[in-house]
């Protein structure tokens, strides 16, 4: 591998990690404050992909039709976690396993029926549609760097809002004490049914994010799911930060086996997360 492939790969790698941890950050932060095991989490993923599509379609701004889609996936968050979620907080896994199930192919269902099987795509808005020179022979394109920095200032944005604001403090007590958080008059319910729309929030963003680099095909959000469990596996359940090393390692690991070992590269990251239970069996950063 040359030195100029070499390094074009790292960045692609890191930035597609930086998309999972997106995603993944929603998985882990719904899991590690509420305990719920969200299998729907990626049809979230997907239902914001589809969404932009269709409000780009409609109103012909990608600003606007992000921003509608972002709006609607955050009120989708609610009423799920009102109507269904709620019902499953003194229930075992083995219900919430059930119900998310029982989600996704209500969602697929639906996409079938709202807007048909035939693949998508959404175009690059015309401001990012150019390309930086990355070396002598290469060149980068601008939507793909303007992805990974609203990724990173997302991350920044949940590392600030969960570790130095009053709100991150009664999620973290929420994880850490249910009862003693009821007890000193704090409506966890409230608490949780914020927690609950951010995540389905950040699926849906990400999902946003990579319309314009991926198709927009049913059944997407099955295979991202699969990769953000093996994400947050690596990562420790329930850990941010373990989210954010997770899906960078899975990105890059993945993005260069893609290139080595094509036969293999849907393998790798398999191996490399057993390879990390074996040497730490609750994930690099557990709690």
Not at 3 to 15: P, R, W
Not at 81 to 93: G, M, S
Not at 217 to 238: A, D, N, Q, R
Request: a positive charge; glycine letters at 10%; aromatic letters at 10%.
């Amino acid at each position: 591998m040359s030195t100029e492939l070499f390094f074009v790969q790292l960045v692609n790698g890191v930035q597609y990690g930086l998309l999972l941890f997106l995603i993944a950050s929603g998985l882990t932060l719904v899991f590690g404050v509420m305990g719920i095991l969200n299998l729907a989490h990626g049809s979230m993923y997907m239902v914001g992909a589809y969404l932009v599509w269709y409000f780009v379609t409609v109103t012909g701004s990608f600003t606007l039709g992000a921003l509608l889609s972002a709006v609607i996936a955050l009120g989708l968050g609610i009423v799920i976690e009102r109507v269904l979620i709620q019902r499953l907080y003194n229930r075992n896994h083995l219900d919430q396993v059930l119900l998310t199930i029982g989600m996704i192919f209500v969602f697929n269902s639906l996409q079938s029926i709202l807007w048909g099987n035939d693949p998508y795509g959404v175009a690059v808005p015309e401001a990012l549609g150019g390309a930086v020179p990355f070396t002598d022979n290469s060149s980068y394109p601008v939507y793909r760097i303007f992805a990974a920095l609203i990724c990173v200032a997302i991350a920044a944005a949940l590392y600030f809002v969960v570790s130095k604001t009053r709100l991150g403090m009664l999620i973290r007590a929420g994880e850490s004490n249910r009862e003693m958080v009821e007890a000193l008059g704090v409506n966890i319910k409230s608490l949780y049914t914020i927690v609950f729309a951010i995540g389905v929030m950040l699926a849906a963003v990400s999902g946003i994010i990579a319309a314009p680099m991926r198709s927009i095909v049913p059944g997407m959000g099955e295979s991202v799911l699969i990769t953000c469990f093996v994400v947050v596996v690596i990562g420790g359940m329930g850990s941010i930060k373990g989210a954010f090393v997770g899906a960078l390692l899975v990105g890059i690991i993945s993005t260069f086996a893609a290139v080595l070992v094509p036969t293999m590269s849907n393998m790798i990251i398999y191996i490399f997360m057993i390879l990390v239970l074996l040497a730490k069996p609750q994930g690099l950063f557990a709690k």
